[in-house]
């Protein structure tokens, strides 16, 4: 089952968020998409960060190992 989604609220500062809007923006054009909502893009590039992240991996797997 998966958890329930956890609604969260952050401020970004002006230029990061610039930089997504111009992101989403190139994504469209590049996948000739409509252009995405930047906010709509937090969250899988959240998840691809961590999950490519070596160090969170490493970290995560000795938590989660049986003593």
């Known amino acids: 089952a998966e958890d329930k989604p956890v ?3 952050l401020d970004l500062p002006g ?3 610039r930089d997504l809007s111009a992101y989403a923006e190139a994504l469209g054009r ?5 252009v995405i909502d ?5 969250v899988p590039m959240l998840e691809r960060f961590m ?11 000795e938590i989660t190992r049986p003593s």
């Open 15 to 17: 230029a990061l968020h």
């Open 51 to 61: 999950a490519t992240d070596r160090g969170f991996s490493k970290a995560r797997r």
């Open 38 to 42: 930047p906010k709509k893009l937090i």
């Open 30 to 34: 590049e996948s000739g998409q409509p």
């Open 7 to 9: 609604k969260i609220t």
